[in-house]
């Protein structure tokens, strides 16, 4: 009897050879990031102004490779997948970063799993431009984003309340904004002040964090960056908060204890991956903002 090969609701390759253990193989673009990732990407590309021309479905060969009676099999499965297809045209204030872009551009994105996209140029176009849609892509687009996928949470609240990026719209997301008519002027004036008081409170927040973490007891530059050198991350937000921490090192040199102190009490010690974002690109704004070509 043959070997069954079938692929599982949940995205997984089951192998079953009879008389012998079923074998489970995962399949990169079909793991537990894929829907959130989507969302992200459509939120992102949106945010950049990047039309999304169309989703295109179609089909990709795995391989699966099983023993059976000491022969090693190969056996090819099709899995159905999709891609965005998206129209660029690259906004004011990049010229700099891509100077040989000046028309319209299509990207294909293909989910990779974990979280990550693989960002292909259509069409005839010279290297400059192949180089320059990258350096986009690289410098903008994927720190845009990582960080919207990081605070998915948030971008729940943006869509569901159909609000802005704004951070006030985040604290203000879990309560219910829609005022009844029904109820009395005084109600509904104690809710807009209440509102009022949560987003003052909010702005001063950068200087309360400041003061807060003066405050802490502080370990020595020495003991920090030793601790840094073995951390080791784990999971997809340890590892896209680590990959930001070296970037940021390369950006400012001249920062470098700054980011190490941020990076340790926010990430190695906490796991507070927001607080050391909206501090991180506080302290090194071209982050996302621009980049050198």
Same mark, same amino acid.
């Given at each position: 009897? !043959?070997?069954?090969?079938?692929?599982?609701?949940?995205?997984?390759?089951?192998?079953?050879?009879?008389?012998?253990?079923?074998?489970?193989?995962?399949?990169?673009?079909?793991?537990?990031?894929?829907?959130?990732? @989507?969302?992200?990407?459509?939120?992102?590309?949106?945010?950049?102004?990047?039309? /999304?021309?169309?989703?295109?479905? &179609?089909?990709?060969? /795995?391989?699966?490779?099983?023993?059976?009676?000491?022969?090693?099999?190969?056996?090819?499965?099709?899995?159905?997948?999709?891609?965005?297809?998206?129209?660029?045209? !690259?906004?004011? *204030?990049?010229?700099?970063?891509?100077? +040989?872009?000046?028309?319209?551009?299509? &990207? /294909? @994105?293909?989910?990779? *799993?974990? *979280?990550?996209?693989?960002? +292909?140029?259509?069409?005839?176009?010279?290297?400059?431009?192949?180089?320059?849609?990258?350096? @986009?892509?690289?410098?903008?687009?994927?720190?845009?984003?990582?960080?919207? @996928?990081?605070?998915? +949470?948030?971008?729940?609240?943006?869509?569901?309340?159909?609000?802005?990026?704004?951070?006030? #719209?985040? /604290?203000?997301?879990?309560?219910?904004?829609?005022? %009844?008519?029904?109820?009395?002027?005084?109600? #509904?004036?104690?809710?807009?002040?209440?509102?009022?008081? %949560?987003?003052?409170?909010?702005?001063?927040?950068?200087?309360?964090?400041?003061?807060?973490?003066?405050?802490?007891?502080?370990?020595?530059?020495?003991? &920090?960056?030793?601790?840094?050198? %073995?951390?080791?991350?784990?999971?997809?937000?340890?590892?896209?908060?680590?990959? =930001?921490?070296?970037?940021?090192?390369?950006?400012?040199?001249? %920062? =470098?204890?700054?980011?190490?102190?941020?990076?340790?009490?926010?990430?190695?010690?906490?796991?507070?991956?927001?607080?050391?974002?909206?501090?991180?690109?506080?302290? &090194?704004?071209?982050?996302?903002?621009?980049?050198?070509?």
């Amino acid at each position: 009897m !043959p070997a069954r090969v079938r692929l599982t609701y949940d995205g997984k390759v089951k192998v079953k050879v009879p008389g012998r253990r079923r074998e489970v193989f995962e399949v990169p673009f079909l793991d537990k990031y894929r829907k959130r990732a @989507f969302r992200n990407l459509r939120f992102t590309l949106q945010h950049l102004n990047m039309e /999304i021309i169309e989703e295109e479905s &179609i089909k990709r060969v /795995i391989e699966v490779s099983y023993e059976d009676e000491g022969v090693i099999h190969n056996h090819k499965l099709q899995v159905e997948d999709k891609t965005l297809h998206a129209l660029f045209i !690259p906004p004011q *204030g990049t010229h700099r970063l891509c100077p +040989s872009l000046k028309g319209k551009y299509k &990207i /294909i @994105f293909s989910y990779e *799993g974990k *979280g990550v996209f693989n960002a +292909s140029p259509v069409g005839e176009l010279s290297e400059k431009e192949k180089e320059d849609i990258e350096r @986009f892509v690289r410098y903008i687009l994927r720190p845009h984003y990582s960080l919207a @996928f990081i605070n998915d +949470s948030a971008l729940q609240n943006i869509q569901n309340k159909e609000a802005n990026n704004e951070v006030a #719209t985040q /604290i203000l997301g879990n309560e219910d904004s829609i005022e %009844k008519r029904s109820e009395p002027q005084e109600v #509904t004036d104690a809710i807009r002040t209440e509102k009022q008081r %949560k987003i003052q409170k909010h702005k001063h927040q950068g200087k309360k964090e400041k003061l807060f973490i003066s405050s802490e007891k502080v370990t020595a530059i020495e003991e &920090i960056k030793a601790k840094i050198k %073995k951390f080791k991350p784990r999971g997809l937000k340890e590892n896209l908060a680590y990959r =930001r921490y070296l970037q940021a090192l390369s950006y400012a040199p001249d %920062k =470098r204890e700054e980011i190490d102190k941020l990076f340790y009490n926010e990430i190695v010690e906490r796991k507070n991956f927001e607080r050391f974002y909206r501090h991180l690109y506080l302290l &090194i704004p071209k982050l996302i903002e621009s980049a050198l070509p």
